[in-house]
């Protein structure tokens, strides 16, 4: 996924109107996770771009809260540059952003790993009705200390319907070093923050070109 940042153009914006997405932060992760590469606008937070690796083909996704809309792509990449093949776009009912478990609760602990990193260890557990706790695996978030902006609605995208999403206000909008996720079936997901690059990129995409998937 090297050089993505030279992304010059999306070629998908010839007619009047364009919906714009602008980017300036983006991230390259590697291990176990389902997602390889992030881009993001720090000072807008409705929209992220995403690549997954597929085994031949990296697909792409531009997920825009505010429409309710993913535009998915094709991602080549090229020895000076990548090319973005645009596919389809699927229409999102807003309630499909929200995944909703029954009593599950999120214990957070904070470390000092050294004076260059913290760790969160987020345990999650299902409370039955006389109180007591099941417990149904863990997160751990290492992360330098910097002022990296990372929205924590994204940190479920790296693993397998472990979050709630409307209790993620717990998880700081701090960009992971590494993310380790823990299931109770014995299975353990590792990704580790290996790029981060600051850059300039706006992706168009026009209204009248939309191909919306049936």
Known sequence: MRNLFYIIALLFCQSSFCQ?????NFYEFQGDCNIAVVMINSQNNTYYFTCRKGSETIWGYLNDYKENIIHNYE????ENGIQFNYI??????????LYFEENMQYDVTNEIIDSTKTKSIIVKNQVNKRGKKK????????YYKNNDVFPSKLIPLFGHHFFDNRNLSFI?????????????????????????LKINTTLKITKEQINYKQ
């Open 20 to 24: 714009e997405y602008v980017f300036d």
């Open 75 to 78: 991602v080549i990449n090229f």
């Open 88 to 97: 389809n776009s699927t229409k999102i009912k807003p309630s499909k952003w």
């Open 135 to 142: 417990y149904r695996g863990k997160v751990e978030l290492v």
């Open 172 to 196: 700081d909008n701090k960009l992971p070093q590494k993310i380790t996720y823990n299931y109770t079936n014995g299975t353990e997901l590792t990704c580790n923050l290996i790029k981060k």
